[in-house]
T-cell receptor, first 110, second 115 residues
Framework: AQRVTQPEKLLSVFKGAPVELKCNYSYSGSPELFWYVQYSRQRLQLLLR??SRESIKGFTADLNKGETSFHLKKPFAQEEDSAMYYC????????????FGQGTTLQVKP | NAGVMQNPRHLVRRRGQEARLRCSPM?????VYWYRQLPEEGLKFMVYLQKENIIDESGMPKERFSAEFPKEGPSILRIQQVVRGDSAAYFCASSPLTDRAKGYTFGSGTRLTVV
């Protein structure tokens, strides 16, 4: 079965510290993975997708098929990074359906 | 472009009443997805619709829930005879025909409270 697991409900770091938000998945096939972010009182928005291999707001994520992981990283956290982060997997059949993890709240302290 | 519009933002219903949640997709988007977020959980897929067609309703509860996306007007998620367990945030997303997962745009959600 397709599943996305984010083991941490809350991750609290100090400003300037490195951040790694964990995401593991199970999927039979070639997965397409995404990170979504929801800032306070805003709607959920796409942060990045593994296919584009881009860096957005200093965040990167590498797909590791051996470990079935897609961890989100940033070398130096900023207070404005505080938000809820969701890892998501595009489901089978190329319908656009997404399977979400439970989400991790990132809290960056000054 | 106003983005994906959902209304109402908050909806309170008594047990046994009906709840109607509306979603107007972004201009040019022909695909609509509904997700539900229960307290302390991630978003769970419910249904995927195109105009006048339900493409995938594998996440919809078998009873009391229905969805439509008519030729004209918004997509509607309808919950009949609501129960306390239906209390959740319901999110709608729309995408264009091509590269659907990349083009996802979410609405702000409707928070349903059943009292």
């Amino acid at each position: 079965a397709q599943r996305v697991t984010q083991p941490e409900k809350l991750l609290s770091v100090f400003k300037g510290a490195p951040v790694e938000l964990k995401c593991n998945y199970s999927y039979s096939g070639s997965p397409e993975l995404f990170w979504y972010v929801q800032y306070s009182r805003q709607r959920l928005q796409l942060l990045l997708r593994h296919i584009s291999r881009e860096s957005i707001k200093g965040f990167t994520a590498d797909l590791n098929k051996g470990e079935t992981s897609f961890h989100l990283k940033k070398p130096f956290a900023q207070e404005e990074d505080s938000a809820m982060y969701y890892c998501a997997l595009s489901g089978p059949g190329n319908t656009g359906k997404l399977i979400f993890g439970q989400g991790t709240t990132l809290q960056v302290k000054p | 472009n106003a983005g994906v519009m959902q209304n109402p933002r908050h909806l309170v219903r008594r047990r046994g009443q009906e709840a109607r949640l509306r979603c107007s997709p972004m201009k040019g988007h022909s695909h609509v997805y509904w997700y539900r977020q229960l307290p302390e959980e991630g978003l769970k897929f419910m249904v995927y619709l195109q105009k006048e067609n339900i493409i995938d309703e594998s996440g919809m509860p078998k009873e009391r829930f229905s969805a439509e996306f008519p030729k004209e007007g918004p997509s509607i998620l309808r919950i009949q005879q609501v129960v306390r367990g239906d209390s959740a945030a319901y999110f709608c997303a729309s995408s264009p025909l091509t590269d659907r997962a990349k083009g996802y745009t979410f609405g702000s959600g409707t928070r349903l409270t059943v009292v």
